[in-house]
T-cell receptor
Framework: AQSVTQLDSQVPVFEEAPVELRCNYSSSVSVYLFWYVQYPNQGLQLLLKYLSGSTLVESINGFEAEFNKSQTSFHLRKPSVHISDTAEYFCAVSSGTFQGAQKLVFGQGTRLTINP | NAGVTQTPKFRVLKTGQSMTLLCAQDMNHEYMYWYRQDPGMGLRLIHYSVGEGTTAKGEVPDGYNVSRLKKQNFLLGLESAAPSQTSVYFC???????????FGQGTRLTVV
């Protein structure tokens, strides 16, 4: 069965500092990879996804993630964070499809706290 | 754009009571899902549906039932609530393309 490990449960950083949230998954087959963000008391929103093609994917708000097949990783990075990035971040992998349905397996989540 | 709407947003149940959570999507998506979110465990798939009238079990289906009588609605039922079902429940929907799940705002359920 698929599994996703987010290596840090909490990451505190100062504003304008760089950040990396780590994600490793277990799979020997092609996968779809996602990062979702959950702001306080809200649902999950897609941040970025890797389906195929370029291994570096970017979001509209400055985050990027790199798919590394050999290391089975999909780490999320941002060169300079803002207070508004305070949220919980979830890495997810599609564990395959059943008649087209994407069954997602999520990591435990990383709570990113930005300090002024 | 409503997207995925969950009803209710909060609920407190006594052990043994039953309830139904409603999920409605207006994006004409074929696929719908119910997840539960627990601290330190991420989200886990309870049940899902690949179309009207069809449902399937996910990772943690015990104690829950689902129905999808209409394409836009996916209901999650708890027949006899237990404290272990205290959680935040999220509904999601997706289509074949793009391969992205859209989530509702969540239902916070407490069973006392």
């Amino acid at each position: 069965a698929q599994s996703v490990t987010q290596l840090d449960s909490q990451v505190p950083v100062f504003e304008e500092a760089p950040v990396e949230l780590r994600c490793n998954y277990s799979s020997s087959v092609s996968v779809y990879l996602f990062w979702y963000v959950q702001y306080p008391n809200q649902g999950l929103q897609l941040l970025l996804k890797y389906l195929s093609g370029s291994t570096l994917v970017e979001s509209i708000n400055g985050f990027e993630a790199e798919f590394n097949k050999s290391q089975t990783s999909f780490h999320l990075r941002k060169p300079s964070v803002h207070i508004s990035d305070t949220a919980e971040y979830f890495c997810a992998v599609s564990s395959g499809t059943f008649q087209g349905a994407q069954k997602l397996v999520f990591g435990q989540g990383t709570r990113l706290t930005i300090n002024p | 754009n409503a997207g995925v709407t969950q009803t209710p947003k909060f609920r407190v149940l006594k052990t043994g009571q039953s309830m139904t959570l409603l999920c409605a999507q207006d994006m004409n998506h074929e696929y719908m899902y119910w997840y539960r979110q627990d601290p330190g465990m991420g989200l886990r798939l309870i049940h899902y549906s690949v179309g009207e009238g069809t449902t399937a079990k996910g990772e943690v289906p015990d104690g829950y039932n689902v129905s999808r009588l209409k394409k836009q609605n996916f209901l999650l039922g708890l027949e006899s609530a237990a404290p272990s079902q205290t959680s935040v429940y999220f509904c999601a929907s997706s289509s074949l393309s793009p391969v992205v799940a859209f989530f509702g705002q969540g239902t916070r359920l407490t069973v006392v």
